[in-house]
């Protein structure tokens, strides 16, 4: 080859480098491009707009045992149309929901509870005639669910919606109190055996923020507090009586928050008096709520937040002196999926191998349909019994659909295997369904002796289905996210499930001063071990004149036989000025008749307080200003703005839990209008777009070369 020849081959190998590697640099920044405008897209709604939710904030304060919690929902609107909105925030359904408001740049709505028809009228009317109006109520087949709608927020206009509940923090593991904040919602699943009357679940690639900052005082002093599901900042104060708790890092409400404090003297009784002005009168009122934990079963780690193998082989040998027959009901529908299965089966796992050596087990496997792991019935406890239900559960896999009622009626209708082994189901999980209603009244209904609890798999999972079965079924319930110690968590739920409860407990006081107390004292009480048991003193007004007052609280001790007596001083010099407990023992009365209606079909006097003719929840509720499922809050602005008939009505996603993808149908229809969700297959499809259009440009360039 000569000279000219080499060069001018080298010379043309050149170009053809050059021009591949300028195709390749091209081809690189259209994918960077494209992955931008896919990120991008699935932020924005068909107009190219950003969501307009921007923030989530989380304001709790914790007195003693009670926590009073703001959220502040913060919405821009950066369109030139108004825009309605609506948003699904999970919720505690134990929670007493008594104020919401929608904060405008020059005008505060202060909204009203009203009954749910009212309500809707209030909010369509406003609505129509140009008026920003907010709606927020809870779905009556989903108590863990408010609905949050704002309707006509102007152009280019940031708005706030305020919400304020209150609620008991709950005890864990019978050493420490725990405060779970729900982050985001898990789609559910539509049974046949009930129609859908809920809202759609939608969950996208959104992009609002979530920030939480706990403030905590005990008189008692604080021993520790901790988050065993995010990284926080905990500083203490007041010789640590007082603690501020944030999170360490950016977050996203894509798991629940749970935080875990303790106290000394855990057992003792704490008393809280609050001062407030009763219902349209300017008058003085007061209301005390005392709360203790019959210590049932003595406990030498009280001081400790999580407990440690000791505690774990102590709980061990309490349960192995028991006997019973246990079903597992074992969740492993399509909703089950990823994390929460592998949790699921770990749960079974450390059940089984909790189970006392003189007992009887099953395991219920369901989905849309059930299957019994012994055809037979349940099965003697034994090692190679053990050892062969374990291989079992780890060849389960997650598919099809969530139905609750069916293997939960099979269980309950089915006899029991001999009468001296008491007999417990223990259902383990996330709870998405749509007939929740319909599996408490049968449970309700078809009890018997047999007790239910429950655990909860994942965030997400329906707090107000886990909690109400354990409830109906006289059992617990407990929740267990991907970072949680399992076995610790299915040991303590099988003991507190198994354990004697402690009964007889009478609550005396001065009734010269005492309007009512709730519960209502005169129908017997029970608590179990380790429970936090809540009692509501409402005072007549003549307690206003007096320094103090006495409130007796006594109990039998179910080992001991003897009468266990604490002798309670309620002083008028320590009362807050808060409404707060007040709100709460109504919320007690209204969670208990809607439970007695579902139940029996009227209300119990265990719960019923007569106030001056009230005699609907729904009444109660409106009077009082706490939210229940009758009710909503609504308000409407008084000023009116412009272009109001062209409003764009936006559904916002919820974050997609950490522990959950949806690889299953739930048979739920879509949102009426435009979704996150949808916006993330339009991005995915420019993407496509964009990588066939530079392929076919580099195979083009190679075909001129």
């Known amino acids: 080859m000569c000279i000219r020849d080499r060069v001018s081959t080298q010379s043309t190998w050149g170009i053809k480098m050059s021009f591949q590697k300028f195709h390749l640099a091209g081809l690189a920044l259209i994918c960077l491009f494209g992955l931008t405008i ?57 929670a007493a929901f008594t104020r919401m408001e929608i904060l405008l740049p020059n005008e505060t709505i202060r909204m009203r509870v009203r009954g749910k028809a009212e309500a809707q009228k209030i909010y369509d009317e406003g609505k129509a005639n140009g008026k920003t109006v907010g709606m927020g109520s809870l779905q009556e087949s989903a108590l863990d669910i408010m609905t949050i709608k704002v309707g006509n927020i102007p152009p280019n206009t940031t708005v706030k919606v305020v919400i304020g509940y209150t609620e008991n923090v709950e005890v864990q593991e019978s050493l420490f109190y725990n405060l779970i904040i729900s982050s985001t919602l898990t789609p559910r699943y539509v049974s046949r055996l009930s129609p859908n009357t809920s809202a759609p679940i939608t969950t996208g690639n959104v992009d609002f923020t979530w920030n939480i900052i706990a403030t905590m005082y005990s008189s008692k002093g604080l021993e520790a507090v901790q988050s065993s599901t995010h990284d926080v900042n905990v500083d203490f104060s007041l010789g640590k009586k ?30 809280i008096l609050s001062e407030h002005t009763l219902f349209n009168s300017s008058e003085t009122a007061y209301t005390a709520m ?22 774990l082989t102590l709980r061990r040998r309490r349960l192995s002196t028991s006997r019973g027959e246990f079903i597992i009901v074992f969740d492993r529908s399509g909703s089950m999926n990823g994390r929460r299965i592998a949790k699921a089966k770990e749960s079974v796992v450390a059940f089984l191998n909790a189970l006392p050596s003189d007992s009887y087990f099953n395991i219920i496997i369901f989905d849309d349909k059930y299957e019994p792991y012994s055809q037979e019935g349940s099965i003697r406890t034994s090692p190679d019994s053990i050892r062969k239900a374990t291989d079992y559960i780890y060849t389960v896999m997650d598919r099809g659909g969530t139905e609750i009622y069916d293997p939960i009626k099979y269980v309950l209708d089915t006899k029991q295997v001999n009468s ?72 303590s739920l099988m003991l ?54 006495e409130v007796k609280v006594s109990y039998l001790h179910p080992q001991t036989k003897k009468q266990v007596t604490f002798n309670i ?96 149908s739930t048979s739920a229809p879509s949102a009426p209008s435009f979704s996150v969700a949808a916006s993330t297959m339009l991005g995915i499809g420019y993407l496509a777009l964009l990588l066939l259009l530079s392929l076919y440009f580099m195979a083009v360039s190679y075909t001129h070369l």
């Not at 501020?244 to 935080?259: D, I, T, Y």
Request: glycine share 4%.
């Open 38 to 94: 896919a990120q991008e897209l699935c932020l924005v709604d068909s107009s190219g707009k950003k969501v307009p939710l921007r923030s989530i904030d989380y304001n709790i304060s914790v007195y003693e045992t009670l926590a009073d919690i703001e959220i502040t929902q913060t919405y821009f609107n950066d369109r030139d149309v108004p825009i309605e909105t609506q948003y699904l925030l999970p919720v505690n359904p134990d």
């Open 290 to 311: 005392i709360s203790f934990m019959p210590e049932l079963v003595s406990n030498p780690y009280s001081s400790v937040i999580i407990s440690d193998d000791e505690v």
């Open 420 to 491: 001296d082994y008491p007999r417990y189901i223990f259902l383990m999980t996330d709870g998405d369904v749509s007939n929740t209603d319909q599996i408490l009244s049968f449970v309700s209904g078809n009890l018997g002796s047999t007790k239910i609890s429950a655990l909860g798999i994942g965030s997400g999972a329906s707090t107000y289905l886990v909690k109400s079965i354990a409830k109906v079924g006289k059992g617990f319930s407990y929740f267990v996210t991907d970072k949680e110690d399992v076995s610790q968590k299915v040991v």
């Open 496 to 549: 507190k499930t198994i354990s004697a409860s402690c009964e007889k407990i009478t609550v005396s006081y001065d009734k010269d001063l005492v309007a009512q107390a709730i519960p209502n004292p005169e129908v017997e009480q029970v608590v179990t071990v380790n429970e936090v048991y809540n009692t509501f003193i409402v005072f007549k007004p003549s307690f206003a004149q007096k320094n103090n007052t």
């Open 242 to 271: 007082s603690a501020r708790v944030s999170f360490k890092n950016v977050e996203k409400p894509n798991r629940n928050f749970a935080l875990q404090f303790s106290t000394a003297d855990i057992h003792q009784p704490t008393v």
């Open 569 to 664: 001083i309620v002083e008028k010099s320590t009362s807050l000025r808060t409404d707060s407990i007040m709100k709460l023992g109504i919320h007690k009365i209204l969670k208990s008749i809607q439970e007695w209606k579902r139940s029996y079909g009227k209300i119990s006097k265990e719960f019923y307080v007569e106030v001056e003719g009230d005699t609907l929840s729904k009444d109660l509720s409106v009077r009082y200003q706490v939210l229940s499922d009758e009710t909503a809050f609504v308000g409407v602005s008084e000023r009116t703005i412009q272009n109001a008939n062209n409003t764009q009505f936006i559904n916002v996603d919820n974050y997609e839990s950490i522990d959950y993808s949806t690889p299953y």
